[in-house]
């Protein structure tokens, strides 16, 4: 197992591999990827999810004879995660997002929370994205801040076609890191 069960890098074993696409876990407290004490699923989990993208805003100085840039502020692209719907009785992503904005047959409440209550807590999570090499150990780990659905694609359905039931849900975060491991 010297090379981790990836693909070997370098010369004579020393220790790099290449990471592997399919080896990873996105995971949401409760909502996506999560498990219980006895390492049952108690939500949906992922099909396809992304590592953070990030651009730099960019401001631009007047010279003379000529214009320059300089990075400034970060901009945190939002990613998509897509899930397997599956038949769980009460739906994670719509209990996520009933923490926000409950709607029913009789009323709609929108929790906004306002100066003193600070952000909405349970809605707004952190979100955790592992990368894992051939025996199972992780190599990688991203924290995403500040986490919430953005969107939600139910998506649609289809009496011609027999595939899963799926649902994308773009993610918006405030910033992400990865954690040392």
Request: glycine share 6%; with cysteine; net charge negative.
């Amino acid at each position: 197992m010297a090379n981790r069960m990836g693909l070997q890098m370098g010369l004579e074993g020393d220790g790099r591999f290449c990471k592997r696409q399919f080896r990873w876990m996105f995971t949401v407290d409760k909502i996506i990827g999560d498990e219980d004490a006895n390492g049952s699923l108690q939500c949906l989990p992922p099909e396809k999810s992304a590592r953070p993208s990030l651009a730099f805003k960019e401001m631009n100085v007047q010279h003379l004879i000529e214009e320059v840039f300089y990075p400034t502020k970060p901009d945190w692209k939002p990613i998509t995660v897509t899930v397997f719907d599956l038949d769980l009785y009460n739906h994670p992503i719509w209990a996520w997002i009933n923490e926000f904005y409950f709607v029913s047959e009789s009323r709609a409440i929108l929790n906004v929370p306002n100066a003193k209550q600070g952000p909405l807590e349970g809605f707004i999570r952190q979100c955790t994205l592992k990368l894992f090499d051939g025996c199972g150990e992780t190599v990688e780990t991203w924290v995403y801040d500040d986490c919430w659905p953005q969107s939600v694609n139910f998506q649609p359905l289809d009496m011609t076609q027999n595939g899963l039931c799926m649902c994308d849900i773009t993610l918006r975060y405030a910033r992400a890191y990865i954690k040392k491991n």
